[in-house]
């Protein structure tokens, strides 16, 4: 249930809905002769879309997530499982060309690789169902574990976790299939998706590693036009937003203990 609404939440609550909603109460409103309100609508469809695609917003409200958990400075010496979290790969695309598609999150996988090479002992837990709708997608572990075995990593070291549809799933799930042994558990995702993970993963009990990768952000932007790519502005706000949206309604539904989880 929380699966569904969420993705009904986003699916009104994102910026590109929430202005393709301001510019059609305006143009209803015209219609309608109420000439005020629908100016009204109109200029806050335009400010939105000037902040949003054309300033440095969205690179000033992720930078705090991506900064707020750092890639070791000593990595660990034993570690017994790297934990990779789904969202790196285009699943629909994957099934039916029988590849390994990326999307914008892939240095997942390439970070999680590394690390299978840097650790040749630890297991390899890949946790994503997917959230797809289409019946035809893989899951993202499938897809990763294809994307493993390809680069030569002994397929008796991972261990699929196909199930889960949020992170909230991710700990759950993984947390009934990790096998306890020696070792620390390293856990890899994007950056910006760091604290709300590690917050999930401490509720179910799993003591992580947080490795953070797929930074989209230098972590010191100030606010100002940036002209450069309105489109990538666009993305980074949708991401950043989504993110300090979930970790608000994850603390106050109790699914973490603090509202921004810290080192």
């Known amino acids: 249930m929380f699966f569904v609404v969420s993705k009904l939440f986003w ?10 909603l301001l510019v059609l109460a305006g143009l209803v409103l015209l219609v309608l002769r109420r000439r005020r309100s629908a100016i009204a609508a109109l200029v806050l469809a335009l400010t939105l879309t000037g902040l949003i695609g054309y300033t440095s917003l969205g690179y000033v409200a992720i930078g705090p997530l991506e900064n707020r958990f750092a890639v070791p400075a000593t990595p660990p010496d034993n570690v017994g499982a790297i934990i990779m979290l789904g969202g790196a790969t285009d699943s629909h695309v994957s099934a039916f060309r029988q590849t390994v598609a990326f999307n ?3 240095e997942r996988l390439t970070t999680t690789l590394w690390l299978a090479r840097r650790y040749p002992n630890a297991k390899i837990v890949l946790s994503g169902g997917g959230g797809s709708l289409s019946p035809e ?5 499938e897809t990763a574990r294809r994307f493993f075995v390809e680069q030569g990593v002994d ?9 889960s549809r949020n992170t909230i799933e991710n700990a759950a799930f993984t947390r009934d299939i990790l096998e306890q042994g ?8 994007s950056a910006f998706h760091m604290p709300r993970s590690v917050g999930l993963f ?20 100030m606010f100002g036009l940036d002209l450069a790519d309105p489109v990538e502005n666009l993305v980074t706000t949708s991401t950043a937003m989504r993110e300090w949206i979930g970790l608000t309604v994850y603390w106050a539904t109790g699914q973490i ?3 921004f989880p810290a080192p």
């Open 11 to 20: 699916l009104v609550a994102q910026p590109v809905s929430i202005l393709f």
């Open 104 to 106: 914008s999150a892939g």
């Open 137 to 141: 997608a893989e899951s993202e572990a």
């Open 202 to 221: 401490r509720m179910q009990g799993i003591d992580v590693v947080p490795w953070p990768t797929d930074f989209r952000s230098t972590g010191s932007e």
């Open 182 to 189: 020696a070792g620390q558990t390293v856990l890899v995702t």
């Open 155 to 163: 397929e008796t070291r991972l261990i699929l976790e196909a199930h």
């Open 257 to 259: 203990g603090t509202w």
